[in-house]
């Protein structure tokens, strides 16, 4: 008869510790987005080759990035071995970006799909997969950057930055 009132005592302080603490557990365990991913995820969603004006190239994994923006929904990009492609080709796109949500870049609106990407004197540009451009945005220059990468994403206060070097463009879901 004395552990009753200790025992009821107990349940009730595991009681309010579950009341309390698991609100802040469920907000713990929800995703915030963007999430750049890295390197084993991007492995597991990246093509292995891409396609552009008629021809095919390996893409550099080394060189892949990718975030995602949702559940389910990300954008990547990377570059590709361009040396099976044409010198016409190889000047307008070095790589690709994907996405799964419509996408503001540096202003500018990107649909869903599928495009070649890429970095030309302070500019990005993007390519639907006829060679066809869809938008060309100027890039910032980070001269912070302390190992530029031919091609890098990282999260920033306003929003995705995709890198070639040391220039980048700002990637928003849309």
Known sequence: ??????????????????????????????????????????????????Y??????PVQMRNTAAAQLAANRHVMAGLVD????????????????????PLSIAGEQLAVGTYGLGFVEGKM???DL???LVLSVATASD?????PRPLAMTASADGLRLYSGR????IVAK
């Open 125 to 127: 540009n993007v390519y």
């Open 1 to 50: 008869m004395m552990n009753m009132p200790l025992h009821r005592r107990s349940l009730s302080v595991s009681l309010a510790l579950l009341i309390t603490f698991l609100p802040i557990c469920a907000a713990a365990q929800k995703q915030v987005y963007p999430r750049v991913l890295g390197s084993a995820e991007v492995a597991r969603i990246a093509p292995a080759n891409f």
């Open 52 to 57: 552009f004006e008629g021809q095919s190239g």
């Open 143 to 147: 001269q912070a950057l302390r190992r």
């Open 167 to 170: 220039s980048y463009a700002v």
């Open 82 to 101: 361009t040396s099976g492609y044409s010198a016409d080709t190889r000047e307008k796109a070095q790589g690709f970006i994907i996405t799964s949500l």
């Open 130 to 132: 006829s060679g066809t």
